[in-house]
């Protein structure tokens, strides 16, 4: 066994340190320690089996096989997916329009494009032009995808009717999901959802308001509570955007969050916020795009929660 090239062990100015690796992106912050033990183990690879963890470190392929070529591991397994005849992946952006107005929507103009019943039907035609189907998995997605959900539920009448394995996911802002559409989400076979909260009321309203500036926080939570309760298998992707104005908040959010959503099937986890269009959505100073300003906010967050 080797120690993985893809490895980055970090002595941080701060005195706190840090490994992560750039192929399974796995990032791990601990003490003076536990790094001396990884400088160990960096010379003396085969010893990783003495590691209470060994598991951890190969399956996040931090210590690797010397015959395996992470490279070609990863494109083999990226072509295995892009090509496999058998599997189709869509993103279905059923409307440009969004009821939101984030502060850094890189959707800068949204227009009231609708998906219309032509345009489904010729989704449909396409993907009956591969035979050997067996599997579709779409994710619903905008502007604001629930602003056009009867596309959504005319498409998966559809796509059941199609006799092959169906699973769908949505990328939405959560204000929408009322109750009657919450109660439609297992028999639209949608299991998953990204919804966005920026932290606490006060600073969420601020960076995700309605198009006329009135907050959002409340009915997004509440709307989340219902779904969870009526969707026994519905996952929760619970997205923050942050960027140095928010960023101090995350942690207040997070115990906040998780002790009020108190559920396993609701992942919390942070986007970095950055401007790679130039379109102003965020000063540089609020950047924290790039990995060095990442990880003294990582570790800072660890030592609070
Ligand atoms: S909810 Fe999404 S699409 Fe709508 S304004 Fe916010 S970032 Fe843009």
Redesign the pocket.
């Known amino acids: 066994m080797i120690w993985s090239k893809y490895n980055l062990l970090l002595d941080v100015d701060d005195g706190s340190y840090a490994l992560f690796n750039t192929s399974s992106r796995t990032l791990l912050t601990f003490d003076k320690e536990t790094y001396d033990e990884f400088l160990y183990l960096k010379e003396n690879p085969d010893s990783y089996t003495e590691f209470e963890d060994a598991d951890f470190l190969t399956k996040n392929m931090i210590i690797v096989d010397s015959d395996v070529d992470i490279f070609s591991y990863h494109l083999n397994e990226i072509l295995r997916r892009r090509y496999n005849p058998n599997v189709m992946s869509l993103t279905i952006a059923v409307t440009r329009a969004?009821l939101?107005?984030?502060i850094y929507?890189y959707?800068t103009d949204?227009p009231p494009v609708y998906l219309n019943e032509t345009t489904e039907n010729h989704i449909i035609d396409f993907i009956k032009t591969n035979s050997s189907l067996q599997e579709l998995a779409v994710v619903w997605y905008?502007?604001?995808p629930l602003m056009n959900f009867q596309s959504i539920e005319r498409l998966t009448e559809k796509f059941k009717k199609l006799g092959i394995k169906y699973g769908a996911e949505i990328i939405t802002?959560g204000y929408l999901l009322t109750k009657e559409i919450s109660d439609q989400f297992s028999d639209l076979a949608i299991r998953k959802a990204q919804i966005t909260l920026d932290g606490l009321k006060e600073v969420h309203d601020k960076r995700?308001p309605l198009c006329s500036g009135k907050g959002t926080f409340d009915v997004i939570v509440s709307n989340i509570e219902y779904l969870l309760s009526v969707c026994p298998d519905i996952e929760i992707n619970l997205r923050s955007n942050m960027d140095m104005e928010n960023v101090g908040g995350y942690v207040e959010f997070y115990k906040y969050i998780t002790n009020r959503l108190n559920n396993d099937r609701v992942k919390p986890y942070m986007g970095y916020v950055q401007d790679i269009l130039n379109s102003g959505c965020t000063v540089e100073s609020n950047n924290i795009g790039g990995f060095n300003n990442r990880l003294p906010i990582v570790q800072e967050q660890k030592k609070r929660v």
């Open positions: 969004c939101f107005n984030c929507c959707e949204r905008g502007g604001e802002n995700r």
